[in-house]
């Protein structure tokens, strides 16, 4: 069982910034790929970014989104700068243990950005 707790969100002005950070357990943290995922009201879920040997961002985010991880500290990011209203949704960190896909979830942090 990996769990994931999510912290960081909160409300900003659009082109503010925020950090979003996802605290994970496990004692193989550095194996895993971890994601960023966000869902917006009456929205699906969709991606955002995603860490593994490399880096990948959703071209929605791209170049105002950064995704890190601090394997000593268990501990992935996302570095969200010039916010958007439109980029207000709740944000899940996931982990994806096993090379298939994503199956442990947060419980998500909410993030507003107001015009």
């Known amino acids: 069982q990996v769990q994931l707790v999510e912290s960081g969100g909160g409300l900003v002005q659009a082109g503010g910034s925020l950090r979003l950070s996802c605290a994970a357990s496990?004692?193989?943290?550095?194996?895993?790929?971890m994601g960023w995922f966000r869902q917006a009201p009456g929205k699906e879920r969709e991606f955002v970014a995603l860490i593994g040997a490399s880096t990948y961002h959703a071209d929605s985010v791209k170049g105002r989104f950064t995704i890190s991880r601090d394997n000593t500290k268990n501990t992935v990011y996302l570095q969200m700068n010039s916010l958007k209203p439109e980029d207000t949704a709740v944000y899940y960190c996931?982990?994806?243990?096993?090379?298939?896909?994503?199956?442990?979830w947060g419980q998500g942090t909410q993030v507003t950005v107001s015009s």
């Open positions: 496990g004692r193989t943290f550095s194996r895993y790929v």
């Open positions: 996931a982990a994806n243990t096993a090379g298939t896909k994503f199956d442990y």
